[in-house]
C-alpha cells in the first residue's frame, strides 16, 4: 500500500549544536525540511535528560518550522499543558508508561494541537491499535530511545507494514513516522514499507549537502 501522505523528513534537532541550537535550526530552514523534531527526554522513561518546555518556546519565537515534539516522559500527562503552551504543532507520547493515554491525546486534540502515539521497538503493535483512531501520527522507534546515533533495528520492519494495512483497513489516516537510525538507505526501505514521516538526527546533521539529503529521501525513486 502507499501511504495517503506526502513524505515528511523531521530532522532531530537532538543531534543539532546544544550551543548553538538556533544555528541548528537554520540549518534545517534551510534545508528546506518542513518539520523539526524535538526530543524530550526525563531521566526515567528513558536514561538521557534534554529540555523541556521553555527552551521548546524560545525556540518557537524564532522559527515558523513545524514543531514536532517527541515526549519520552513516565508522565506526560502532567506535562503536555506545558508543551502545548510553549507551541508545538504536534506532541506524541509512548504508549508505555502507566497513565490515561486516551485523555492525555484528547487534552492535546483539544487545544488544536496534533498527537500521535509512539511505540519502543521491543512493544508490540498491537498496544497502540486501541488508539489509532485517535491520532493524527504513530510513531515507531526503530532504536531504543534514549540517545542519537544509533543504529536502527529491521525487526520494527513488519510493525511498519501492519500500520500501513491497518491505516487502510480500518480507513484511517494517521501518518506513520520512523524514528531512529534513518540514514538514505533505511529511509527508503521505511517509505517502501508504508513510512511517510522520517526522523533524521545523525544522518542530518552529518550531511554536508542538507538540501540534497533531504530531497533525496524525498525522492519518489
Ligand atoms: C531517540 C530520539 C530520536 C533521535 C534520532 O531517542 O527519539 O529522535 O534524535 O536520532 P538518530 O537519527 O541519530 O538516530
Ligand atoms: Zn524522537
Redesign the pocket.
Known amino acids: 500500500m502507499s501511504s495517503p501522505h506526502e513524505t515528511i523528513i523531521a530532522p ?1 534537532i ?2 543539532g549544536d546544544h550551543s548553538n541550537l538556533i544555528s541548528s535550526l537554520q540549518q534545517i530552514e534551510k534545508s528546506g525540511a518542513p518539520w523539526v ?1 524535538l ?1 524530550i527526554m526525563d531521566g526515567h522513561f ?1 536514561p538521557n535528560l534534554t529540555f523541556g518546555p521553555q527552551t521548546v518556546q524560545a525556540l518557537r519565537e524564532q522559527s515558523n518550522l513545524f514543531f514536532d515534539v ?1 515526549l ?1 516522559l513516565d508522565n506526560p500527562h502532567d506535562y503536555v499543558d506545558a508543551f502545548i503552551k510553549s507551541g508545538s504543532d504536534q506532541i506524541t507520547i509512548h504508549v508505555e508508561p502507566n497513565y490515561c493515554v486516551n485523555e492525555t491525546l484528547e487534552t492535546i486534540r483539544n487545544n488544536q494541537c496534533l498527537c500521535g502515539i509512539a511505540l519502543n521497538p521491543d512493544s508490540p503493535v498491537e498496544l497502540i491499535r486501541p488508539y489509532l483512531n485517535l491520532c493524527d501520527i504513530v510513531v515507531v ?1 526503530a ?1 531504543q ?6 543504529n536502527f533495528d529491521k525487526q520494527v520492519t513488519s510493525k511498519i507494514q501492519l500500520l500501513d494495512r491497518w491505516r487502510y483497513e480500518l480507513d484511517l489516516n494517521y501518518r506513520i513516522e520512523v ?4 540514514d538514505s538507505e533505511t529511509g527508503k526501505l521505511c517509505r517502501l514499507l508504508g513510512a511517510d514521516t522520517l ?5 542530518f546533521y552529518k550531511s554536508t549537502d542538507k538540501k540534497s539529503f533531504v530531497s533525496n529521501l524525498c525522492a519518489t525513486n
Open positions: 532531530s537532538l543531534a523534531h526530543d528513558v517527541h519520552m522507534m532504536v530511545p534514549g540517545f542519537g546515533g544509533q524514528d531512529g537510525g534513518i526522523v533524521a538526527g545523525t544522518s
